[in-house]
């Protein structure tokens, strides 16, 4: 059974760094693009950056030069390096990644529990 599982949040004030980790457990016979969105409260879930598997990335707007998303191919790990933090920032981040379990599956989308980020001004 694959599992998604961030780590990394907390509370930090504005001007401040975090590192989230998501960690892909259970069969993986192919891990692909994988993703880090967030939801503020009362807002829409939106994607802030994405990560291919030959490790090119791709960001929002607005964390483009503060955020930095990287990968560790044998770990099945993603990063999400974010600095200079603002309190728009504040959200429940999820972790998202498509793979395949096994060589006859087609690509699925799997998603963590997210963890929450809170940015005090």
């Known amino acids: 059974q694959v599992q998604l ?14 590192r989230l980790s998501c960690v892909v457990s259970g069969s993986i016979f192919r ?7 967030r939801q503020a409260p009362g807002k829409q879930r939106e994607l802030v950056a994405v990560i291919t598997s030959g490790d090119s990335p791709t960001y929002a707007g607005s ?5 930095t998303i990287s990968r560790d191919g044998p770990k ?3 990063y999400l390096q974010m600095n200079s933090l603002k309190p728009e920032d504040t959200a429940i981040y999820y972790c ?3 793979l395949k379990e096994h060589g006859w599956d ?4 799997y998603w963590g529990q997210g963890t929450q980020v809170f940015v005090s001004s």
């Open 5 to 18: 599982v961030e780590s990394g949040g907390g509370l930090v004030q504005a001007g401040g760094s975090l």
């Open 31 to 37: 891990l692909n693009a994988m993703r880090w969105y």
């Open 63 to 67: 964390v483009k030069g503060r955020f």
């Open 76 to 78: 099945n790990t993603v």
């Open 96 to 98: 998202n990644a498509d």
């Open 106 to 109: 087609p690509l699925h989308a």
